[in-house]
């Protein structure tokens, strides 16, 4: 029976609402007291249902609730015959449940419109060779799939052939289709606008970054932040001091109706409904704008920091570097350049792939061993032959001499911003190249605004050369750079600046950077919403570059902000009630509810505020590529 009472509450408002519009018909019109009175005590009866099971519910769990507080209150009006307050302060009650609920509802709407670009079908190669439509979940990792224009991508995966123009607002925030051809990534979730292509499934399900981001969104939304855990413990200990005043009101006023007015007063139900409702619309306004915040709590976080630690390649730079120079130290330079060639082939790093995109293509020779130095550069075996390839320290450490004339050109080409690729031969110097990533297009104007929100230090950890990471800090105006670090002299760093009091924030991919990004008071994936990314970090910004993230500190600023302004008017309601009720007469149990529903109505609309809020004009810059970053960093620190 409970069961099917709660599941009718909101026809149960509907009945209680007609029952007394019946009453007042009766009264008004006709002047027939009966009816007037006989809908009203039905009215109240059937109302107050819903809310005495709930408050069994709390009871039996041992919390005393708001709906303990109304129960009592109507129970009471019932049984002095005030049927007119009983029914009207149960039918308040009941809509502004239902005004919470759909408030709720449409600021989870991030999560249904998430939801809702979820593929359900995919075309999938058979064995014949032949596509045939089958439903997601059928769908394995390697399997062939064809997508067609206008439909949705359903997995992760790899371009084979074809090509077209794909929109991957649901990942990136970003309507501006990004043109995909063979060997480029695709997203699940995304929409192909036009073209055709064949993709190879790398990731399917859950596990697929647009699932991740479901699932993140979901876990977010039903996160408490610190202020929500207060005021759940807050209500723990106001129910009952509220009943106590009810009943200390009861015994020096001889006054029944007096007491059940106080307990009406002091329901808090906006104290209760405006944090949630502002946390939720912060949550889903980010998820809309390509920013996934971990949780309520990270809000509070991140909207007090005031110290930014970035990293520098595929961050601030493009990640894309290429050789603006380089200074052969031997005559056999095609014999290097082989050398050197078939040692980066063995590397992902960013400054490997810009050297062998300078070389072209060479018949890489074999590699025996191959020792990665870190922050240093690499080792290797090739033919018999000690080839080592990094930067002046890995020279230093494998006692390669650098004469006076190389020093000068390292120390020339550092100072122009490049990073130095230095190859070394049975310790013999052979070549030095220079390497020079670009800064990211809108990088300044965003870091300008940033500052604007109130960031007083804006830092960048880098383990690149300090001539490259300061001509790099110089043009972009940050408050420090440091060069040549290592992952664990980022951590340190990190912990350093907390301790003097500072609130850190680390913008990194989540991969060498993780134990900055775990120790920072904010981390800050970049990078699409890689699997490291979404598990390591607080906050992830679905694109490759900072765009977002002016949104997202303005936004939660904004969300914290509002907040606060939702608890001030639940506090000042109930206040203002309370003084209305001892030191005036204005103030009766019907009066009561309606101020304490529509100050709930005046919360609801305050927090659903946010799911409207943008950056002010200018503030960001589109972005066409949500791929991942990749990371360089070693480094020491200089004194700060």
């Known amino acids: 029976m409970q069961r099917i009472i709660l599941r009718n509450k909101n026809n149960i408002t509907l009945l209680s609402a007609l029952l007394i519009a019946l009453a007042f018909t009766a009264k008004w019109a006709a002047g027939d007291e009966a009816v007037f009175t006989g809908a009203l005590m039905v009215a109240s009866v059937v109302g107050v249902l819903p ?233 889903g306004n980010g998820a809309r704008n390509g920013v996934l915040l971990k949780g309520s709590e990270v809000m509070v976080d991140f909207s007090k920091v005031d110290s930014i630690l970035f990293d520098k390649t595929g961050t601030l730079t493009l990640g894309n570097p290429t050789v603006a120079e380089t200074i052969h130290y031997s005559d056999d330079h095609d014999e290097t350049l082989q050398y050197l060639a078939s040692v980066e082939h063995e590397s992902d790093h960013p400054l490997a792939k810009a050297v062998l995109q300078e070389i072209g293509e060479v018949d890489y020779l074999p590699i025996s061993r191959t020792d990665v130095v870190k922050g240093g550069g690499i080792v290797a075996e090739v033919q018999g032959r000690r080839v080592a390839v990094g930067n002046a320290s890995l020279m230093e450490q494998e006692n390669v001499p650098v004469d006076e004339k190389a020093k000068a050109a390292i120390e020339r080409l550092s100072t122009a911003g490049n990073s130095i690729v230095l190859t070394a031969v049975d310790g013999e110097l052979r070549t030095l190249m220079g390497v020079r990533d670009q800064i990211r297009p809108g990088v300044k104007e965003q870091l300008r605004k940033l500052k604007k929100l109130g960031v007083k230090n804006l830092m960048m950890l880098s383990g690149d050369n300090q001539g490259t990471v300061d001509a790099v800090a110089k043009e972009l105006g940050m408050t420090q750079a440091y060069g040549n670090m290592l992952p664990e002299d980022k951590s340190h760093f990190v912990k350093r600046l907390k301790e003097e009091g500072q609130t850190v924030a680390f913008v990194g991919d989540g991969v060498n950077d993780s134990p900055s990004l775990a120790l920072a008071d904010v981390g800050i994936a970049m990078g699409g919403g890689t699997d490291v990314a979404i598990e390591t970090s ?103």
């Open 51 to 283: 809310i005495a099971i709930q408050a069994y519910q709390a009871l039996r769990v041992k919390v005393v609730s708001i709906d303990v507080l109304v129960t009592i209150a109507v129970i009471g009006a019932f049984l002095i015959q005030n049927f007119e307050e009983s029914a009207i302060v149960t039918f308040l009650f009941l809509f502004g449940g239902y005004l919470e609920q759909r408030t709720l509802n449409k600021t989870r709407s991030a999560i249904k419109e998430l939801t809702a670009m979820a593929p359900e079908s995919a075309l999938k190669q058979m064995k014949n060779g032949d596509f045939e439509a089958v439903d997601v979940d059928e769908v394995d990792k390697g399997d062939m799939l064809l997508v067609k224009t206008g439909a949705k991508v359903p997995v992760d995966g790899t371009v084979l052939s074809g090509e077209g123009y794909i929109n991957e607002a649901s990942i990136t925030g970003e309507s501006a289709p990004v043109a995909k051809e063979g060997g480029s990534k695709v997203f699940a979730g995304t929409i192909l606008e036009n073209g055709t292509i064949r993709v190879q499934a790398d990731r399917v399900g859950e596990e697929t970054t647009f699932g991740k981001i479901i699932e993140l969104v979901e876990e977010a939304q039903d996160s408490k932040s610190a202020a929500e855990r207060f005021i759940d413990r807050f209500s723990k200990y106001y129910t009952p001091a509220v009943l106590l005043l009810a009943f200390v009101v009861w015994i020096f006023t001889n006054n029944i109706e007096l007491a059940i007015t106080v307990l009406v007063l002091g329901c808090p139900g906006a104290l209760v409904i405006g944090v949630p409702v502002s946390n939720v619309s912060g949550i």
């Open 538 to 640: 607080d906050v992830v910004l679905m694109n490759s570059d900072i765009s977002r993230l002016p949104h997202a500190l303005g936004l939660t600023k904004a969300t914290v902000r509002n907040m606060r302004q939702n608890i001030v008017i639940a506090v000042g309601v109930v206040l203002l009630l309370f003084a209305g009720l001892f030191f005036g007469n204005w103030v009766n149990m019907s009066i009561g509810m309606l101020v304490h529903e529509a100050s709930i109505l005046v919360v609801i609309i305050n927090g659903m505020r946010l799911m409207g809020y943008r950056q002010r004009k200018g503030i960001r810059n589109r972005s066409r590529s949500p791929h991942s970053l990749e990371i360089t960093g070693t480094k020491k620190p200089k004194a700060a």
